[in-house]
């Protein structure tokens, strides 16, 4: 299967004084530079746009190479170009850095231009509505009204599902993937775990690290913990099973022995050369406030007014998001009268299931998108 | 219910040169101290002993309190004394610190007689093996050559299967609790992340943090890690849900804030005031390292050579030594045709139902102990 080539990472410059953006902080912020990329070509009638939203640890870089020497693609190459399930030979397809990130779209590690510091924690407290009002604005700057569907897994699905409730008219299909309307205690309990672990750094020093190795020690435990929970225990089990690694040579008592403590390790460190630990808590914060029944008084309230005909698909063994929160949002769904299919895909591979199985996504949802 | 009133704690020491104990390692180690606690009077024919095997974070106080001031009681005060699961009246009980503990028994931050330091990372490598060698010491001791039971839970669990089979001919019966064979590839990721947080945290140093503060905050990262093992979702949600807490003062942007975090957080305090953090290191090590069907080529011709009578105990929600691991060793018991009763609890307290469970646990361990 053919893959998009070589593709180029742009950006623009909005809520700029005296528009400056909203927060739901109430706080006006501004300016924004969102990065993203675009596959696919722009029909006409501007009615096959796909706006991709990504997760926690995600870019917009989704697809494609940005020279012919990169060893790696995006991170949805699998899914994302010509034939495959977001098929760019006929979508328009759309990704964005989110705000908060740390990948060029405005972040707690942007430049502060009243400043010419880096925010750090000056950076204000965002929402998931407001990653989302962020790419309306990116749409509004592209000339586009309408979106065929918005996509995304996890926190991704979360920003897909804020998008059918913030901008009905503009969102006719919403596919949400191994996602929720809230997180769990659990879940919020291992995000206040991984932020712990940054806070814990010596080297965090109230967020202000940047020009400084940083908190590398607790990011990398932060991913570690995270880690575990995208997987499932079938899937490390089968993975790593108990393992003994490899050795050349002697063991230090507490080196990492078993295979799966090594892979942890791996995740964890190169998890630190690409991402900022504030971004981190930023991001993290963000999910775990998000809570769609408790702002609408409940999850039927919130999808009264939603346009969009939803695709939802939940992991038999994701225990991060686990089935039963999509269920919920399908009940609610339905509780509405509004159109939805919903699949609850057989696999063992846990949360990290949304990027692993491509094929079985690819076929649900591109028959998806035929239909909207 | 009375209580065990006021108890001691006692110790000796053995393993003094030239008789030090052979480790699994292949060292000879020693001297060792041993702290530990009897409940119950010993009955003339010494029949009555339960051995009483405590987890990670535990120690040799089960029951009773130190003074009438003292403002806790042991940790299983509620299971162990007169009448209770535990039933001081009919057993002498025994429960000991264990090798590699921090609580009285040799560890890692003992002052090596040699040096006069810590032993801090020249403390010897140990195994769960290692420990049960050293509770036989203990009872030999004391003049004890039958145990009635050896009763724990999770690594007091994996303690109990360990004397059946190194020392059959002395444990009559064993009750093994929430415990496990082998630890998941999951459960070893978890302990993993634990490790690496203290290793992490600079105040480790190496291990050699004894007279300073010590890495209080790695050694508080994995508690809370832990802790959420420990728990289940449903228990956590019920506990929690999305509760935010309280507050007097202007929140920090970070702080705790959901009651889940501030609960973590506080356990993650109160366990560094009273732990250490290389005994954590060594401890989780040998519970990872556990593995008794590779240690006797399969998990039935382990057992072969038990004579004691098992009581094995799961818990439905329990998703660290998930009720599947309990049922492996019932059936390798079964397959020696061994005298095995399991129950699988319906619980949702998750792991911690050990400790919480008491009534249920009471009433099939008293019904155990009367017929062995």
């Excluded at 991984?194 to 020690?217: E, L």
Aim: aromatic share 12%; net charge neutral; glycine share 8%.
């Amino acid at each position: 299967m053919a893959d998009v080539g070589i593709v180029k990472s742009e950006s623009f410059v909005f809520a700029t004084k005296p528009d400056r953006l909203k927060l739901d902080s109430g706080q006006f912020f501004g300016p924004i530079t969102v990065a993203y990329e675009t596959y696919g070509r722009l029909s006409r009638a501007k009615d096959n746009v796909v706006l991709l939203l990504h997760a926690l640890s995600g870019d917009h870089h989704a697809a494609g190479r940005y020279t012919p020497a990169d060893r790696k693609p995006g991170w949805w190459d699998s899914f994302v170009g010509p034939g495959k399930g977001l098929d760019t030979d006929k979508y328009f397809v759309i990704c964005s850095n989110f705000l908060g990130g740390c990948m060029g779209t405005t972040g707690p590690s942007s430049i502060n231009p009243q400043t010419n510091q880096p925010y750090a924690l000056t950076f204000p407290s965002i929402t998931i509505s407001d990653m989302v009002r962020v790419q309306k604005a990116l749409i509004d700057h592209l000339g586009i009204s309408h979106l065929r569907a918005v996509i995304g897994g996890s926190l991704g699905g979360m920003q897909a599902l804020e998008w059918t409730l913030l901008y009905p008219e503009i969102a006719r299909s919403a596919i949400v993937i191994a996602s929720t309307s809230c997180l769990s205690a659990q879940a919020i309990a291992f995000d206040a775990v991984g932020r712990n672990a940054i806070m814990s750094d010596p080297a965090w020093n109230k967020g202000n690290y940047y020009g400084t190795k940083g908190p590398s020690r607790g990011l990398a435990i932060a991913r570690m913990v995270g880690h575990i929970t995208y997987l499932s225990s079938a899937s490390m089990r089968r993975k790593f099973g108990r393992a003994l690694r490899d050795r050349t040579d002697q063991a230090q008592i507490f080196d990492d022995e078993f295979e799966v403590e090594s892979y942890l390790s791996h995740q964890g460190q190169s998890f630190v050369e690409r991402f900022d630990a504030n971004s981190y808590l930023y991001i993290t914060k963000a999910a775990d406030y998000y809570n769609i029944s408790e702002r609408f008084g409940s999850l039927s309230n919130a999808f009264r007014k939603t346009l969009a005909k939803f695709l939802v698909l939940s992991f038999t063994s994701d225990w991060l998001f686990p089935p039963f929160q999509s269920q919920e949002i399908v009940k609610a769904l339905m509780s509405n009268d509004k159109q939805v299919t919903y699949c609850n895909i057989q696999t063992d591979y846990g949360h990290d299931a949304f990027l692993l199985e491509t094929e079985t996504l690819a076929r649900l949802v591109r028959g998806f998108l035929d239909h909207v």
